[in-house]
């Protein structure tokens, strides 16, 4: 359970837990300045798994997007990457559990190792 401390209202208690993932519950008052759930191994400066996050835009900021827990509109910040394809890895990652690389993306139709050229930098796993 949560401590009397912990501000629930920051965490996404529906999102599934994977193996080696982290989460972070924020005190009460806490301002959250890192992810609330991150992959061991990432950086605080990983995705943020909340879908109005502005942290993602088209430069990406230097940040990676993670395909085991993106958002349909974090997929679409990524350039090149619109809404049908974001639905077509959504629709892999569900049927395949998650993505064990990020060379796995190239399994979704349309994107081909040009576009992963263009995308290896953004993504992690």
């Known amino acids: 359970g949560f401590l009397s401390s912990a501000d629930q209202k920051q965490i996404n208690l529906a999102q599934k837990v994977t193996d080696e993932m982290i989460i972070y519950v924020p005190a009460k008052g806490e301002i959250k300045s890192s992810p609330a759930v991150m992959n061991a191994g990432q950086s605080s400066s990983g995705v943020n798994t909340e879908s109005t ?36 890895i959504l629709q892999y990652r569900e049927e395949h559990q ?6 796995e993306i190239k399994e979704v139709g349309g994107i081909g190792d040009k576009t992963f050229e263009s995308l290896k930098d953004s993504l992690s796993v």
């Open 53 to 88: 996050s502005n942290s993602n835009e088209k430069s990406n900021g230097g940040q990676t997007v993670n395909l085991n827990m993106a958002t349909k509109e974090q997929l679409q910040e990524l350039t090149g990457i619109g809404p049908k394809k974001a639905e077509q």
């Open 98 to 103: 998650s993505f064990k690389t990020t060379d």
